[in-house]
């Protein structure tokens, strides 16, 4: 997967509208976050958040649970999994982000 796809998928995630007919579910955003953190930073580089930043400690263990992982294999997971959500919304505008994607 080339940079390039992988930053036009990011893209496209951070402009979806909250109540558009595409929506990620809250474990999808997790895995989003794990891997443009992976893909943009490398393995985990801060402390674990402390015992009352739920989210914190939620999106902390998500990145650390793909330590190792390559930043090509970090852009191929992001993208695939946009591409996945894309098809399961089967709409123009999903269709057309999924051919942004593809030209990128």
């Known amino acids: 997967m080339t940079q390039s796809k992988f930053e036009k ?3 496209i995630v951070q402009n979806l ?3 558009g007919p595409i929506k990620p579910t809250q474990d999808d955003q997790l895995y989003f976050y794990k891997y443009y953190k992976q893909a943009t930073i490398g393995d985990v580089n801060t402390p674990r958040p402390g015992m009352l930043d739920f989210t914190g400690k939620a999106k902390w263990d998500a990145w650390k649970s793909v ?3 390559s930043k090509e294999e970090a852009y191929t997971k992001y ?3 946009l ?3 894309l098809k399961s919304a089967g709409n123009d505008e999903s269709t057309g982000f ?3 994607i593809e030209a990128a």
Do not use: L, T
């Open 9 to 11: 998928a990011v893209e």
């Open 17 to 19: 509208p909250k109540d």
């Open 67 to 69: 330590e190792g992982v």
């Open 79 to 81: 993208v695939e999994k």
């Open 83 to 85: 591409i996945e959500i």
């Open 98 to 100: 999924i051919a942004q």
